[in-house]
Nanobody
């Protein structure tokens, strides 16, 4: 089992920045991939960014050039740096970890982009 705990959400004005953190209860190197998903009201959960164990990164087209995923294996932590935020980025953001058998999810952290 892996527990994932997110933090860093909040209210920010359009054009602003936030950094989300996800701390895992065990080594993230044991997972095949870690990433961030988001779910806006009335919509399905969608991939925002993901990083494989080997370091390959994938971003949703809507966040390319604005969001950056990074990790510190020694700290069991993954971050999502979000810059130039837009109102359409408003959602609950979930940390995800994937093993060969299981998808792990955090409890989510809410991001609201509004003036």
């Amino acid at each position: 089992q892996v527990q994932l705990v997110e933090s860093g959400g909040g209210l920010v004005q359009p054009g602003g920045s936030l950094r989300l953190s996800c701390v895992a209860s065990r080594s993230i190197f044991m997972l095949n991939a870690m990433g961030w998903y988001r779910q806006a009201p009335g919509l399905q959960r969608e991939l925002v960014a993901a990083m494989t164990r080997g370091g390959s990164i994938n971003y949703a087209d809507s966040v390319k050039g604005r969001f950056t995923i990074s990790r510190d294996i020694a700290k069991n932590t993954v971050w999502l740096q979000m810059d130039n935020l837009k109102p359409e980025d408003t959602a609950v953001y979930y940390c995800n970890g994937q093993s060969s058998a299981t998808n792990y999810w955090g409890q989510g952290t809410r991001v609201i982009v509004s003036s």
